[in-house]
């Protein structure tokens, strides 16, 4: 009698105006205790009648939360995972109630995520899947449950399906490839679990990602694996992440495979193309893959050799702040210990006046605070005379000087040992810049700051001494009366600026 009850109850709530008499009879918590039956058929209808009434009404998903909902839910995917109809209802109401952060919460007690992996396995058709992969996609927005979501083998198994799907052209299939690959993303970046289980688990789906990606490319062309990158802006951010960038850098290993596959290039295209339509987020796949690229020195090397500074050199031309921002970025990571891209790029006037500009630009200072740490990058790593010229006529020294008055001690540091290696190769150059800006002056407030980090102390006494070959900048020393200041580092706390403190000292003296 109450099976047959239960099953009029879900007919009844088909019809939308028999919703409200329904709620208003509290039917909804009288129905909620038949979820603990072990009779199969009275689930199935005791399920449906619930979903359909309290489907699209958070009022009543909270109170079904509250009233203890979900660990039913869990049991009916745990005791009758081989039931089609009854799977069916529990992960309908997983996920219509998936995006509370109550039911979030009421999961991560429960032993959802291995049910779901369990689930995954069977699934059988593009719509389970896809109804899998909601449920999922709303959980991992959940810190605690994204873990357990890794830990339970969630990555591994999108990855198998992802194997299964690639090269397909049919559209369904392409869905649950695009989906897959969403959710992997959404997993694998930023997730809490440990290192050695997240590495784990990402090498695992960079390789069938990266492979996928390979076969489509050699079975239809780099042009379709250009419209396949669009497609996938989640792979890319994924597969050029520090997470996957960290493996192991063997002949299978992701970077180099990326680097072997013409992505780079790929992603140029894709911006070329989107930063003129304004695609938001392939432009930010885009780049911030090839931020992620640019750091490994194999991927540096490939790109240098490939010509790759001359067309982000050209993209940004852009005017968008957030475009500029993640290229030059790109760029100083690019003349990260590179003396021949500091060099090439040293030495393109358009390249450094348009940095010069930048460095001025106060409403936008994610761009100006790049353009200068660009400027000091080319500096440090160059080894050329020119460069040091170039950046001279440029008007980009006063710009550094200014960069050592930062509140960011690392900021300070690269202007400081910016300045100092332009000084060893060329302070003649220099000379008259660093009186106008008042290089001397500024390195003197820093040594007398009591709140100048040590490490600023030591790299401004640094290059100090560099600055006391010229004459006339030595001149300018002995006026400022820096020698009493030099003489009073030297009973610093930290032991590396007084070290420094007394080598300055007899350089000044002449003593060395």
């Not at 690639?166 to 992997?184: E, F, M, P, R, Y």
């Not at 020294?397 to 960011?408: A, F, G, I, Y």
Request: hydrophobic share 45%.
């Amino acid at each position: 009698c109450a099976v047959k009850a239960a099953h009029v109850l879900s007919e009844i709530a088909k019809n939308e105006e028999m919703k409200k008499p329904c709620i208003e009879a509290d039917l909804v918590l009288t129905l909620i205790p038949l979820l603990e039956s072990r009779d199969q058929e009275m689930l199935l209808h005791a399920g449906r009648a619930i979903g359909r009434i309290c489907y699209d009404n958070h009022d009543l998903q909270e109170e079904l939360v509250k009233v203890g909902v979900i660990p039913s839910l869990v049991r009916i995917l745990t005791d009758y995972a081989e039931s089609e109809p009854l799977v069916h209802v529990a992960l309908l109401a997983l996920y219509n109630l998936a995006d509370l952060d109550t039911a979030k919460e009421a999961l991560s007690k429960t032993k959802v995520a291995e049910q779901l992996v369990r689930q995954l396995r069977r699934a059988e058709n593009h719509e389970r899947l896809e109804m899998v992969f909601e449920v999922l996609q709303a959980l991992a927005e959940n810190d605690a449950l994204k873990v357990q979501l890794v830990e339970a083998g969630v990555p591994e198994v999108l990855s198998e399906i992802l194997l299964r799907l690639q090269g397909s052209s049919q559209a369904d299939d392409t869905c649950i490839v695009k989906a897959a690959s969403d959710l992997i993303v959404s997993l694998l970046l930023g997730a809490g679990a440990h290192l050695s289980l997240e590495l784990k688990a990402a090498k695992h789906s960079a390789k069938a990602l990266v492979l996928i990606l390979s076969r489509h490319e050699n079975s239809q062309g780099k042009d379709s694996l250009n419209s396949q990158l669009a497609l996938f802006p989640s792979i890319i951010v994924f597969l050029t992440s520090p997470t996957c960038l960290v493996l192991p850098l063997s002949s299978d290993g992701n970077c180099l495979r990326m680097v072997q596959l013409g992505v780079i290039h790929q992603l140029l295209d894709l911006l070329e193309k989107h930063v003129q339509s304004g695609d938001n987020s392939v432009q930010h796949a885009a780049l911030s893959a090839l931020q992620n690229l640019a750091i490994p020195v194999v991927s540096k090397v490939r790109m240098l050799e490939e010509d790759v500074t001359e067309r982000i050199e050209a993209l940004l031309k852009s005017e968008s702040p957030p475009v500029q921002f993640k290229l030059l970025g790109t760029l100083r990571m690019l003349a990260d210990g590179q003396a021949d891209a500091a060099e090439v790029l040293g030495q393109d006037p358009m390249l450094l006046n348009r940095l010069v500009q930048w460095c001025d630009m106060n409403d936008h200072t994610g761009v100006c605070g790049e353009a200068n740490r660009l400027l000091a990058s080319i500096l440090h790593h160059n080894r050329s005379q020119e460069v040091v010229k170039a950046i001279r006529e440029a008007q980009g020294v006063k710009h550094l000087v200014s960069m050592t008055n930062s509140e960011h001690a690392a900021t300070q540091n690269e202007a400081l040992n910016a300045l100092a290696v332009a000084s060893a190769i060329d302070l003649e150059t220099l000379e008259e810049s660093f009186k106008e800006s008042q290089l001397v002056q500024s390195l003197h407030k820093l040594l007398q700051d009591d709140n100048t980090s040590p490490e600023v102390k030591y790299n401004s006494m640094g290059l100090l001494c560099r600055l006391l070959n010229s004459g006339d900048l030595r001149q300018e020393i002995e006026e400022e009366r820096i020698k009493e200041t030099l003489e009073q580092l030297c009973n610093h706390s930290n032991a590396n600026v007084v070290k420094e403190a007394v080598t300055t000292l007899q350089v000044l003296r002449g003593d060395t």
